[in-house]
């Protein structure tokens, strides 16, 4: 991931975020954030249950103050320079923002036509599934069919710089690959695209580069793969009663092991995974009357970065 120089911009960046802090009241959501978007790259913003992702995001769309830091999108401020900025960019709203009433295709060629090169209307309402539901007004519209059109208004006006906001909470598996499928051609089209998400898989396949934000602040940055490099190649996870006495555990392992109580009842053990201390493992959990559940040998993945750098799960 590219970091944000002390000095000079960061080449092809689409936003540049330094120093951001947004206070509601007495509270802190965003304290010191710093964040890049790179053109033609995805950036996956992840963090728990009121880490500052929605402030954050809204903040470069413009939606909100910072309290202080400097937000820059597309080279420009995001509330001082609305009117030029909005053309520009796509974002995806979750819900609101949408006259209930109108009907789905009337929607997307109203919003083709205020920008000056769209994409084909037609083709988006197909490569999205919408075309059942082109004459079906928004509110009767499912909420898995509601987010493929508020995808579809977001990307319409070929923008440069889209937000996604939760694009494939509700969505079948075939709705969801269309949409990695639209996500990828934008990046591959230049686009720059900051996702937020719950769907750990989601952020491993599509992102470029990952923003674990946690309490208002960066505590992790990089690619899928330098994230999930940190630490040991393997890992042994297995489930049992929670509080398990870790400290006993390790002793029977050889040193260089690590071991850790994720969430309670979810165990993982690092470092030097082999058929021994598998063996080792099953041994010291039948000596202590543990039944342990699930016991398998898995790659390090974006969610157990995640658990070791929250210690919360990752769930809406
Ligand atoms: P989630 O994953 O639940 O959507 P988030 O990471 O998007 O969470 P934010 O919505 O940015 O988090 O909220 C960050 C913090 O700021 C939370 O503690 C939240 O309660 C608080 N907050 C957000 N909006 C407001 C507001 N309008 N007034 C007061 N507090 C707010």
């Known amino acids: 991931m590219q970091q944000v120089s002390p000095g000079g911009a960061?080449?092809?960046?689409?936003?540049?975020?330094?120093?951001?802090?947004?206070?509601?009241?007495?509270?802190?959501?965003?304290?010191?954030?710093?964040?890049?978007?790179?053109?033609?790259?995805?950036?996956?913003v992840l963090g728990p249950n009121g880490a500052g992702k929605t402030t954050t995001v809204e903040t470069c769309e413009g939606y909100r103050r910072p309290d202080a830091g400097t937000v820059r999108v597309l080279g420009l401020d995001p509330v001082a320079d609305a009117a030029r900025l909005r053309p520009r960019i796509g974002v995806m709203l979750q819900s609101g923002g949408v006259y209930s009433g109108a009907r789905a295709d009337e929607m997307l060629r109203h919003m083709a036509r205020l920008?000056?090169?769209?994409?084909?209307?037609?083709?988006?309402?197909?490569r999205l599934g919408l075309g059942s539901c082109g004459r079906t007004t928004y509110r009767r519209l499912s909420g898995g069919q509601q987010q493929r059109l508020a995808l579809a208004l977001a990307v319409v006006g070929r923008p440069e710089l889209v937000f996604l906001d939760e694009p494939t909470?509700?969505?079948?598996?075939q709705a969801r690959r269309s949409t990695w499928e639209l996500v990828r051609?934008?990046?591959?089209?230049?686009?720059?695209?900051?996702l937020t998400t719950h769907f750990m898989d989601e952020a491993e396949t599509l992102a470029d580069d990952v923003v674990i934000i946690d309490a208002g602040r960066v505590i992790a940055q990089g690619s899928p793969e330098e994230l999930c490099r940190g630490g040991a190649e393997n890992t042994l996870r297995f489930t049992g009663r929670p509080a398990l006495d870790l400290g006993s555990l390790l002793k029977a392992l050889p040193d260089g092991t690590a071991a850790a109580e994720l969430t309670p009842g979810v165990y993982r053990i690092s470092g030097g995974i082999d058929p021994q201390l598998l063996a080792t493992v099953a041994a010291w959990c039948a000596q202590h009357g543990?039944?342990?559940?699930?016991i398998s040998v898995e790659r390090r993945t974006l969610e157990d970065v995640f658990l070791e750098l929250t210690g919360k799960e990752l769930r809406p």
């Open 169 to 173: 909470a509700g969505l079948d598996p």
């Open 10 to 44: 960061v080449p092809d960046s689409l936003v540049e975020v330094r120093g951001l802090v947004k206070r509601y009241g007495t509270k802190t959501a965003v304290d010191g954030l710093d964040l890049v978007v790179r053109a033609g790259t995805v950036t996956a």
């Open 185 to 194: 051609e934008l990046r591959a089209d230049g686009v720059g695209t900051v």
């Open 290 to 294: 543990v039944m342990a559940d699930g």
């Open 115 to 126: 920008h000056a090169h769209p994409l084909d209307v037609d083709t988006l309402i197909e």
